[in-house]
């Protein structure tokens, strides 16, 4: 049976495309399978394949003190940033769609900046603030600043869609029928940008929750994230407990978006835009 040349460069567009979509999908879950594997080895080192099943690196994980106050720390740091920039990201979503700003272009720049800034910049400028204004001792303090201002452009990008797509009228309909704006907002607009927010806030806890670039340059003795210490860790620390840690918060992450699909679902994020 003979193709024409219009078949065969299909087959191999076609075959090509496959072959690159398996790469990256091999490329991006062959490190997590090795974390995995190597977090149930019975050896005292890390080494894949393992030798030996045992939960005994789990157990150490589970008992460390670090852990338990890194995760902590994380976790408060990342709600605290999280409702700041969504504050933050929806007021200034809503004045750049609804009122003309003045040097509106150089404003949306400056809020969008952290998407095309480098995070080691970032966090490199922030350090050098610190250090000028002698804040050093209010480390928790700076890392929810800092991590509000990097996860502030997931909160306003969705929500400035969102309004920019949505029915103004009706906004205005509910002033003219005696709302007071913030009734008009509460009731009218924020429902319906209501997905945009709640996609934003999720990447921006996911983000805050996992970055090391920018946290690593603003932690302090007592208040150090989860991703910095585990990278300590990993740097001195030769058992494989620090790979179980990881499957930890893999599987705290996969239940953790289970969740959202159970309840707003995940089709929130394809709204959003």
């Not at 400028?125 to 991590?147: D, E, P, R, T, Y």
């Not at 840690?245 to 995940?266: D, K, P």
């Amino acid at each position: 049976m003979s193709y024409r040349p219009a078949d065969l460069m299909l087959r191999g567009w076609h075959l090509a495309v496959t072959c690159l979509v398996g790469f990256w999908v091999v490329f991006l879950l062959a490190p997590i399978v090795v974390a995995v594997a190597v977090s149930f080895t019975a050896t005292e080192y890390p080494v894949f394949p393992p030798q030996g099943i045992s939960l005994r690196w789990y157990a150490n994980a589970l008992s460390s003190s670090w852990f338990r106050e890194s995760l902590a720390v994380s976790a408060v740091v990342a709600l605290a940033a999280t409702t700041l920039s969504v504050l933050l990201g929806t007021s200034g979503a809503y004045v750049l769609s609804r009122r003309g700003v003045p040097g509106q272009r150089l404003l949306e720049f400056v809020l969008m900046s952290p998407l095309i800034i480098p995070s080691v910049a970032i966090g490199f400028a922030l350090f050098h603030l610190v250090v000028q204004f002698g804040l050093q001792k209010i480390s928790f303090i700076n890392l929810v600043i800092a991590h509000a201002v990097v996860t502030l452009p997931f909160i306003l990008r969705p929500v400035w869609a969102s309004l920019i797509g949505s029915n103004r009228s009706l906004e205005e309909a509910a002033l003219s029928l005696g709302a007071t704006p913030w009734e008009a907002f509460r009731h009218v607009t924020l429902p319906a940008v209501l997905p945009g927010v709640v996609a934003g806030a999720i990447i921006s806890f996911t983000f805050s929750f996992n970055d090391v670039t920018v946290a690593v340059f603003l932690v302090g003795p007592t208040t150090k994230t989860l991703p910095v210490e585990l990278m300590s860790q990993i740097e001195y620390t030769p058992d494989p407990t620090p790979a179980a840690i990881t499957a930890i918060i893999m599987a705290i992450t996969f239940i953790f978006f289970m969740v959202v699909e159970r309840t707003v679902g995940l089709k929130i994020f394809a709204r959003s835009e």
